[in-house]
T-cell receptor, first 114, second 117 residues
């Protein structure tokens, strides 16, 4: 079975400061990891993914994430937060070579304060 | 930019009634999915569909649920006899089979909020 944990329901950060949204995963096999963002009344928008290769992946809107195999983590980061980054962020995982469906974390509400 | 669309955005129904949620995936995508999110809970996988048949389904996807691709563009989720606990946001997603298809991400629609009274 595969699972994802997002330990923080809420993250608050001041505009211009760096932000981190945490994610850890558990799979039996090689993980494919994803971050999605959800704005109010909108669907899930894809931000970035880790499949293979470099542990640091860059995505949309200046976001990046670092895959850490030993810590089974895939934290989302941005060097300088914007008020417009305020949204609900979901980490998701699936296992390579098998089931294609995503398993999601519970989500983290990011609020960037002006 | 192409996107997944879903209709209606909000559906209210009485318990025991049938509902059909509609999705138009991105046009060149061949993998289709339904997920749901009960208020305040995680997004949960329901079913995946490829080559005109179900690929995988979760325990949630019981005999009350069915999916169909009635034409070349729509992908529907039917709930035969709705229950109160079916109230949730239902998301459709699609994925391309181009290149190394297993690496491709899923694109999600805006969701249909189903309220069962």
């Amino acid at each position: 079975a595969q699972s994802v944990a997002q330990p923080e329901d809420q993250v608050n950060v001041a505009e211009g400061n760096p932000l981190t949204v945490k994610c850890t995963y558990s799979v039996s096999g090689n993980p494919y990891l994803f971050w999605y963002v959800q704005y109010p009344n909108r669907g899930l928008q894809f931000l970035l993914k880790y499949i293979t290769g470099d542990n640091l992946v860059k995505g949309s809107y200046g976001f990046e994430a670092e895959f850490n195999k030993s810590q089974t983590s895939f934290h989302l980061k941005k060097p300088s937060a914007l008020v417009s980054d305020s949204a609900l962020y979901f980490c998701a995982v699936r296992v390579s070579g098998s089931a294609r469906q995503l398993t999601f974390g519970s989500g983290t509400q990011l609020t960037v304060l002006p | 930019e192409p996107e997944v669309t879903q209709t209606p955005s909000h559906q209210v129904t009485q318990m025991g009634q049938e509902v059909i949620l509609r999705c138009v995936p991105i046009s060149n995508h061949l993998y289709f999915y339904w997920y749901r999110q009960i208020l305040g809970q995680k997004v949960e996988f329901l079913v995946s569909f490829y080559n005109n048949e179900i690929s995988e389904k979760s325990e949630i996807f019981d005999d009350q649920f069915s999916v169909e691709r009635p034409d070349g563009s729509n992908f529907t989720l039917k709930i035969r006899s709705t229950k109160l606990e079916d109230s949730a946001m239902y998301f459709c997603a699609s994925r391309s089979d181009r290149g190394k298809s297993s690496y491709n991400e899923q694109f999600f629609g805006p969701g249909t909020r189903l309220t069962v009274l």
